[in-house]
């Protein structure tokens, strides 16, 4: 054997090659997986020069929320890319530099105190990490960082180089040898694939200008109705990028953590939702017998088989339908996730195929389907008696007055009496403060909102053109809503089908009234103490989580924040149409959320929502008092309530 390969470099250098060669041919097979997927639109340029702040900003941001987490993998993850690229100058180029081989050692130490600390979190594991090969991954990077070391002592000059014979070389060749197989097998069928799927994931996002906005970049994308299969079916139906975004999950449970459905024992992990898609891909059939998490709530010896060409949900698929059922769309998931996944995303596309290929809709999701289909909002009421809750407010119509300020969006709250009374409030205080607002009255339509979230995109996009035909005809500076749903759809939904509007929350205009003076509110001293829910269509879905903190600051002293707030909120449980569907699970997500409330020892309960209203309110017991913004504004205002301008 030459001299070279009997050396410490040619030791290292060989089974670097050998890795790499097996890393490739497993690379290589996932990547066929990717590109079976159909075809996606990726700036390429951009995405790549847009990586290095991605990943040490966006993904950090989400990573350093767990403080252990992040140290461990600035430690595990940043020695090793140091080490790696050392490595090739000191052991592939043979430059047996001690400026360059003490860089090196120093990496390795720093990637095995990174080991030491996955090992920590292995040994008392939480829950929410999934298990399997994740628990050699710590013996994987610790053993390379050690068998590097010992190849490399030789060019620091602090010892000879004993060769590859020698008995304690031939252990470390060893060692190297198993764990950079490991590694390598790992970016194909292991733990390390997160790194590479990650990295690409964080290039060719389906979502990029999430990266950059001021606020969450929210829309659902659109499908072609004239398409010949409508949503996903099996993975190979997803985008080729969104099945590099699902190998990019690195099962660490911070989505299932967050997931109200999952707390509540509902049959969803969302998790278990995105390994399912990755586990099939490429596969003619896999099961998760072999899946080393946690299983959907309910169903935990349930054994569901897919592939990359079989349906993903179904009863016996790799998920089950009644955890497609069960997700709120809150995007709790998505805001925990460091990977940047979408798992809602991909939870509307199922839904889709299920929906408008299958009709395959539970509960009383298709009898509310079938009303907004014959009568243009879920409560298959008459359109004009939208107005009847307001009758004596003596709105103006917008078509008689033809331009407005605000055009207040009444939405499905106007059919409901708890958002009816948040919705004269507002008007009330509105009118109080001088604004100028009009209605549409019976030529407002609902928005689409549920039919999209439930699957149904033709309801939807059939909706939205309507109400888009009718907005054109009139003048208004801005659309403003009481219903986070209502100004999710118009604000994020619409642009793709043409409909460009300013649309703001009533909370944003309560602000700016209170702020500019036009609102004098009571002493807030001897009040009882506040806890303000985050609607999530308002918070993790448009970023708005202050406007309403800081209207309610103004009204006095005695906020407090339940321990789930802003980012974290738990959701109410009353969005994606789960109300509708009602999966069943051994708890209920608004009892949750009250008792999240109660915990704070508040005597009120301040809601943005009429969704939020009315789930909140429904929980029975010992629970504080649940009131809406525009209530509370009402009743505070300087100026008696029965003399506020009707």
């Given at each position: ?312 949900v179904a009863d016996g698929g790799l998920i089950p339908p009644a955890a497609l059922w069960a997700c709120t769309t809150c995007r709790a998931c998505v805001e925990a996730c460091p990977m940047m996944i979408e798992h809602v995303d991909a939870i509307i596309d199922l839904r889709r195929f299920q929906t408008l290929e299958l009709g395959a809709v539970p509960g009383k999701a298709p009898a509310a389907l079938a009303e907004l289909a014959a009568a243009d909002n879920i409560h298959g009421r008459a359109a004009a008696r939208r107005m009847d809750a307001f009758v004596d407010l003596d709105l103006p119509l917008l078509r008689e007055v033809e331009s407005t300020d605000l055009l207040l969006w009444l939405g499905d709250g106007a059919f409901d009496p708890r958002g009816q009374r948040a919705m004269r409030a507002f008007v009330q ?218």
């Amino acid at each position: 054997m030459p001299d070279l390969l009997m050396g410490s470099g040619g030791v290292v250098l060989l089974i670097l090659l050998g890795a790499l060669g097996w890393a490739l041919i497993g690379v290589l097979g996932r990547i066929a997986g990717w590109r079976a997927g159909r075809p996606a639109k990726v700036d390429w340029l951009a995405g790549l020069l847009a990586l290095p702040r991605r990943y040490l900003v966006n993904v950090h941001e989400v990573v350093a929320r767990d403080r252990y987490a992040s140290t461990m993998h600035v430690m595990a993850a940043g020695g090793l890319v140091l080490a790696l690229l050392l490595v090739v100058l000191v052991h592939g180029f043979g430059i047996a530099s001690p400026w360059l081989a003490w860089p090196l050692l120093l990496a390795c130490v720093l990637t095995l105190l990174g080991a030491e600390r996955v090992l920590r979190r292995r040994a008392d594991r939480p829950p929410r990490l999934s298990g399997g090969r994740w628990n050699r991954f710590g013996w994987a990077i610790g053993g390379f960082a050690l068998g590097l070391a010992w190849f490399t002592l030789p060019a620091t000059g602090v010892m000879a180089d004993p060769g590859l014979l020698h008995p304690v070389s031939l252990a470390f060749a060893a060692l190297l040898a198993w764990s950079a197989f490991e590694l390598a097998d790992g970016l194909a069928h292991g733990p390390m694939r997160h790194a590479l799927a990650g990295a690409l994931n964080l290039v060719t996002h389906p979502r990029a200008p999430r990266f950059s906005a001021d606020r969450p970049v929210a829309a659902i994308h659109p499908i072609d109705l004239d398409a010949p299969r409508l949503g996903v079916e099996t993975p190979q139906d997803f985008a080729w990028n969104r099945l590099v975004m699902a190998d990019a999950c690195v099962a660490c449970g911070r989505c299932e953590e967050q997931c109200p459905a999952f707390a509540a024992g509902q049959p969803l992990d969302p998790k278990f939702v995105i390994r399912a898609i990755s586990m099939a891909q490429g596969a003619d059939h896999v099961d998760d017998r072999h899946y080393a998490g946690r299983r959907w709530p309910g169903l935990e010896r349930r054994v569901g088989e897919g592939g990359a060409a079989r349906p993903l949900v179904a009863d016996g698929g790799l998920i089950p339908p009644a955890a497609l059922w069960a997700c709120t769309t809150c995007r709790a998931c998505v805001e925990a996730c460091p990977m940047m996944i979408e798992h809602v995303d991909a939870i509307i596309d199922l839904r889709r195929f299920q929906t408008l290929e299958l009709g395959a809709v539970p509960g009383k999701a298709p009898a509310a389907l079938a009303e907004l289909a014959a009568a243009d909002n879920i409560h298959g009421r008459a359109a004009a008696r939208r107005m009847d809750a307001f009758v004596d407010l003596d709105l103006p119509l917008l078509r008689e007055v033809e331009s407005t300020d605000l055009l207040l969006w009444l939405g499905d709250g106007a059919f409901d009496p708890r958002g009816q009374r948040a919705m004269r409030a507002f008007v009330q205080v509105a009118r109080h403060a001088g604004l100028e607002l009009a209605v549409l009255g019976e030529e407002e339509l609902d928005t689409g909102d549920l039919a999209r979230r439930l699957g149904d995109e033709a309801q939807f996009q059939r909706l939205a053109e309507a109400n888009i035909a009718t907005l054109a005809r009139y003048r208004f500076r801005r659309i403003v809503t009481t219903d986070p749903h209502v100004l999710n759809s118009l604000r994020n939904d619409y642009p793709a089908m043409g409909g460009h509007y300013e649309v703001v929350h009533h909370t944003a205009v309560l602000l700016e009234l209170a702020e500019e003076g036009r609102l004098k509110f009571q002493p807030g001293e001897g009040q009882a103490a506040l806890t303000y829910h985050d609607p999530c269509y308002l918070g993790r879905w448009n970023g708005e989580f202050e406007a309403p903190r800081r209207l309610l600051d103004l009204l006095g002293p005695g906020r407090v924040e339940m321990a789930r707030h802003g980012r974290t909120a738990r959701c109410c449980g009353g969005g994606g149409g789960a109300p509708l569907t009602d999966i069943p699970g051994p708890r209920r997500i608004p009892d949750m959320r009250m008792a999240d409330a109660k915990a704070t020892r508040a005597g009120t309960v301040v809601v943005a929502c009429p969704n939020c209203a009315v789930m909140l309110d429904g929980v029975t017991g010992d629970y504080p008092a649940v009131t809406e913004v525009a209530e509370l504004v009402l009743a505070r205002l300087a100026v008696p309530a029965e003399r506020v301008a009707a």
